[in-house]
Nanobody, 124 residues
Framework: QVQLVESGGGLVQAGGSLRLSCAAS????????MGWFRQAPGKEREFVVA????????YYRDFVKGRFTISRDNAKNTVSLQMNSLKPEDTAVYYC?????????????????YGQGTQVTVSS
């Protein structure tokens, strides 16, 4: 099992920034990629961004390109999401996820583990 714990959510005004972190523990050997998803009220959970465990490759949804940056710290087994120029439509619960797949990291089914989520609220 892999445990994922998110932190860093909160309330911010539009145009502001937040940094989310995800700490992975347990049987992390074999994890190939880490990702972030989000779920707004009344909507389905959606993929936001992913990074391979090596940090070599990243994948962003168009709606966050240029605003969000994913990174990882191999020594600490953490993944961070720097979110800048936040918009009210970014308001959601953000979930960290871990995948053992070596070929695909953009769908809910591509991930094996999810954290409990952290709330991000952007006021207008």
């Amino acid at each position: 099992q892999v445990q994922l714990v998110e932190s860093g959510g909160g309330l911010v005004q539009a145009g502001g920034s937040l940094r989310l972190s995800c700490a992975a523990s347990g049987r992390t050997f074999g994890i190939y990629a880490m990702g972030w998803f989000r779920q707004a009220p009344g909507k389905e959970r959606e993929f936001v961004v992913a990074i391979t465990w090596s940090g070599e490759h990243t994948y962003y949804r168009d709606f966050v390109k240029g605003r969000f940056t994913i990174s990882r710290d191999n020594a600490k087994n953490t993944v961070s999401l720097q979110m800048n120029s936040l918009k009210p439509e970014d308001t959601a619960v953000y979930y960290c996820a871990a995948s053992r797949s070596s070929v695909r990291w953009v769908g809910l089914g591509d991930y094996d583990y999810y954290g409990q989520g952290t709330q991000v609220t952007v006021s207008s």
